[in-house]
C-alpha cells in the first residue's frame, strides 16, 4: 500500500519516539502478556502466586525487567519458538483492536505524522516486542516506521527476551542499526535517560510526576516536559489539536 509520506531526505534530521506511554497510553507489552496469562487457569494461579516476588521486582526500576521477565515466562509458557509467539501477538491485536485504537494517543500521532511529513528519518525503539508495535502502528499507517524492540527467543520452555531494548542497550541497538546522530527524542522514562542525553533536542512526554525533578536536573535547561494525552502521567499540557 502506497503511503502518503515522503521518502526521507539524505540529509534528514533523525527522530526518535518510545512507544509505550509516548504514542500510546501505557505498557503495551503488559496488556498483551496479560491477555496470554488469563487466557490459561494455570498460567493465571502461576501468576498470582508468583506476584508477591515478581512485583515488587516490577515496581524497581532496576530490578524491573528481571520481575517483567517472569511475567513472560509465565505467559508465554508452552510456546518454543520467536515466530510462533508473533502469531500470537498478530491474533492478539486483530481481536483487541477496538480497545486498542483507544489507547494511541492523537497529539502523539499528530507529532509522529509531522515529523514523516517533513522528510525525517522517524524510528520507534521501545522494550515491547517490536511485532507488537509495528501491529499497533499499521492501525494509523504508520506500518513502514522502522521499530526497533526487544528481541525473543526460546527460554526454558517458554519464550523471553534475548535482547532487552532497554535504557543503554537501547541505544547500543539504534546504533547497530545505523541510527546514531539522534536530533530529537522523545520518551516518558527514567530508563530511558540514554536515548534523550544523547539527542540534540530531548522532549519529555507523559512522565510520572516523581520523575520531573529527576529530568530536570540531568536533563539540558529548558527540556520540555510536555503532556501528550495520559490523565495519570504529568507534564505540560499539549496544546488542543
Not at 20 to 43: C, E, K, M, Q, V
Not at 203 to 228: C, D, E, M
Request: charged letters at 20%; one cysteine or more; proline letters at 7%.
Amino acid at each position: 500500500m502506497s503511503t502518503p509520506y515522503p521518502s526521507p531526505r539524505h540529509d534528514a534530521q533523525l527522530v526518535v519516539f518510545d512507544f509505550d506511554h509516548t504514542l500510546y497510553d501505557g505498557d503495551s507489552g503488559s496488556h498483551l502478556f496479560a491477555w496470554l496469562i488469563r487466557r490459561n487457569p494455570l498460567r493465571l494461579l502461576a501468576a498470582l502466586l508468583a506476584t508477591p516476588l515478581l512485583g515488587p521486582l516490577v515496581a524497581y526500576l532496576p530490578t524491573r525487567r528481571f520481575g517483567i521477565s517472569g511475567y513472560v515466562w509465565i505467559a508465554t509458557l508452552g510456546l518454543h519458538r520467536a515466530r510462533e509467539f508473533n502469531l500470537w501477538i498478530d491474533r492478539y491485536v486483530a481481536t483487541h483492536r477496538e480497545q486498542i485504537e483507544r489507547k494511541l494517543l492523537p497529539h502523539a500521532l499528530d507529532v509522529f505524522a509531522a515529523h514523516r511529513a517533513a522528510g525525517d528519518r522517524v524510528v520507534v525503539a521501545t522494550g515491547a516486542p517490536p511485532e507488537l508495535a509495528r501491529a499497533i502502528l499499521s492501525f494509523v499507517a504508520h506500518q513502514d516506521v522502522p521499530v526497533i524492540g526487544s528481541q525473543v527467543g526460546p527460554r526454558f520452555g517458554a519464550i523471553g527476551a534475548t535482547r532487552h531494548c532497554h535504557n543503554e542497550e537501547k541505544m547500543r541497538m539504534l546504533r547497530e542499526r545505523g541510527y546514531a546522530d539522534i536530533a530529537i527524542a522523545y520518551s516518558d522514562s527514567r530508563a530511558d535517560l540514554p536515548l534523550l542525553l544523547a539527542a540534540k533536542a530531548p522532549v519529555v512526554v507523559n512522565p510520572k510526576a516523581s520523575a520531573i525533578a529527576h529530568f530536570r536536573q540531568v536533563l539540558p535547561a529548558g527540556t520540555p516536559i510536555l503532556n501528550w494525552g495520559c490523565v495519570d502521567r504529568a507534564g505540560e499540557q499539549a496544546a488542543p489539536r
